[in-house]
Structures are given as structure tokens and as C-alpha cells.
């Protein structure tokens, strides 16, 4: 049974979406914690009400930005986590956590990727005219949302859209994205790290899609 530590300091709905799909018996995977330097994110409630360990690592205790990070890692290496998943984590987490971790740490960012890494996507892709969308799973390395794209999720923008449209629009096929990523993962078909991606034995020359 694949186990998956979530990082993610909001609401938590990519969290719910990994957490149901598991109770409707369609991940074979077990989170074994989430992690937040949020106390009052929807993510740690979501984990307290599921049972699911709810650990939060408060930035400011800590000196510096590093010290911070081995914290929260030391916690999420007491989990035994096979998988680490950045689903809304909003913190760019320090080379020395990461570099150790590029096989087993996935991030699932709201754009096409390697457009737009960053914030305010959906507002970027409205801005620059683009007809297309969407979410993106990929590698974490210590480069800010520039890891090898394991898959995608794309919609059409239509006229008229705002970020917030796009935004709901994408938002549940962000959700279908990291569950199939992570069932990829739970299957043994997934393989990665900070230079290629290798699904089904095969080394991808481009992200796979979930639609
Ligand atoms: C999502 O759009 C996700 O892609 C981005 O953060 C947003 C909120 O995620 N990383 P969640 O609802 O907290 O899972």
C-alpha cells in the first residue's frame, strides 16, 4: 500500500479529492499525514475529521527559512511516506530538503506547464489570450515549479472567462489529475526524478494526459 504524506497550507481540496477517492476504494494508497504551516488551514481539519495525522510546523519559530524546512521534513520522514504530495502548499521549500527527495515529491500546479510557474495562472493565461488550460503534476525539484511534467489536465477557455471561471472549471479536473497520478504511482507504473519521468518502462518525452 502506497503511503502518501500531503503538504498543503490552504483549503484542501486536492487533499479531499485523494482522500475520497481512496474511501470509494479507487487509490490504493494510505496518507499517512498532512502537513501544513497553517493552523487554521482546511487541510489540517479535513485530516483531523478523517483521522489522519494533522501536523502543523509554524514558519515563525523557526530562524530561518532552512530550519523550517528540516523541521517539517523530519516530520514527514517519521511518517514513512513513500510519496510526498504539494497539493496547495504555498511555501518554496529550500534546495537541501528537496534535492534529497526529487524521486518521491510531486507538486500539482494550475497551469500548463512550463507556462506560467508561480502564482495568479489562470489570470496569466486569460491575460496572454491563450485558448487553452489547465493543471499540471510534476517532479519537484529545487527550481520553482520546473520539474520534469509527469501529466495534464487541459481545458478550452471560453470567452467571457475571468481567473475565478477558469479557475472552478479547472479545479475538479485538477483533482481527476493528481488521483490518477498518484494511483500511477501506487501501481508501480510511475517512476521519476529531477531529469525524466519513466511510465510503463517507457521514458516520456512529454507529460501524459488524464483526460
Ligand atoms: C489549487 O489550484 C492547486 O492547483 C494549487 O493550489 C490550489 C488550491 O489547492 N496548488 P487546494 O484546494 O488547497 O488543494
Redesign the pocket.
Known sequence: MLRVAVL??????????LVDAIGRGELAACIVGVFSDKAAS??LALARAAGIAAIHVDPKTFPSRLDFDRALFEHVDASGADLIV?????RILSPEVVAPRVARMI????SLLPNYPGLHTHQRALDAGDRDHG?SVHVVIPALDAGPVIAQTRIAIAPGDTAESL?AR??PR?HALLVQVVRWCSEGRLRFDAERVVFDERHLTGPLSAD
Open positions: 498543503a497550507s490552504g483549503r484542501g481540496s486536492n487533499l479531499r479529492a482546511g487541510a504539494c497539493a496547495g502548499f504555498m507538486n500539482i500546479h494550475p493543471a479557475a479547472l479545479l485538477e
